[in-house]
């Protein structure tokens, strides 16, 4: 025989087990009453406030022998917003190396001072993240490409090992050239086969030693992608200090495991 429920005294039972006094806080622990503050009360490490980067701010460095064009977009119409497929004014640069082209987003400009020496770059508002964060990339590339079209960007690599061994070859035994007078590099780097790599467009292989690769190239995006995809197949490890080692990299060794 099942005994009945009161309701209405479990209702008030309830009430009275979870309607807490807010002035129990001052009988809790000292060790819980952090637990309990109110969370507008933040602590900070520092109170100076955060430095922005300025590498969007800082004037283009043009060489005497570089020409530096900006060709504008089509002008927007009145009180419209730029979309994400909008392109922006393109930038052509030429050099003696060749010649370099990059589109810029469509809310940043290109300002010149009156002799026309320095190239500034602006964007529309500076409070708006995405603006920021491309304000220093777009920067970044312009330089890169200004580099490139006067002197190159380089890459050397270090094979660093027993046996380890690069050469460049016209022909490869296991790949076919993807354009005429594709040029391969092989890798010798302890597996039982030769690895082959081909040249992407643009970019010059050679080996000064036969543990030396040296890439050179206009687009430094491309140059540091190859050089990336030969350091793929022996990567540094930190026990013995052996692998292909990009640029002026170095690598901490551990302690070797005793058993």
């Given at each position: 025989m099942t005994t009945p429920v009161c309701r209405n005294g479990s209702a008030r039972a309830l009430r009275s087990v979870f309607s807490v006094s807010r002035t129990t806080d001052a009988s809790l622990p000292a060790f819980l009453v952090p637990a309990y503050a109110s969370q507008s009360q933040t602590s900070h490490f520092s109170t100076t406030s955060h430095c922005r980067s300025k590498i969007g701010r800082a004037p283009l460095s043009l060489p005497p022998d570089v020409t530096f064009t900006v060709l504008s977009a089509h002008a927007q119409q009145s009180g419209s917003k730029a979309s994400r497929t909008q392109l922006g004014s393109t930038v052509e640069i030429a050099g003696p190396k060749g010649k370099m082209s990059y589109t810029m987003p469509p809310y940043m400009s290109i300002v010149c001072d009156e002799d026309g020496g320095a190239h500034t770059l602006s964007v529309e508002d500076a409070a708006v993240r995405k603006q920021?964060?491309?304000w220093g990339?777009?920067?970044a590339y312009l330089q890169n490409h200004i580099l490139g079209v006067?002197?190159?960007?380089?890459?050397i690599l270090r094979l660093v090992g027993v046996g380890y061994r690069a050469t460049v070859?016209?022909?490869?035994?296991t790949k076919?050239?993807?354009?005429?007078?594709?040029?391969?590099?092989?890798?010798?780097?302890?597996?039982s086969h030769p690895i082959e790599l081909g040249v992407?467009?643009?970019?010059?292989a050679s080996t000064p030693q036969p543990t030396r690769i040296l890439l050179e190239g206009m687009e430094k995006?491309?140059?540091m992608q190859f050089a990336a995809e030969i350091r793929a197949w022996r990567k540094p490890e930190p026990y013995k200090g052996k692998g292909i080692f990009v640029n002026s990299e170095t690598i901490k060794l551990k302690a070797k495991k005793i058993k």
């Open positions: 920021r964060e491309m990339t777009a920067r006067s002197e190159g960007h380089t890459a070859e016209a022909k490869a035994i076919q050239p993807e354009y005429p007078g594709q040029k391969f590099v092989s890798l010798k780097v302890g597996y992407p467009p643009g970019v010059t995006e491309v140059v």
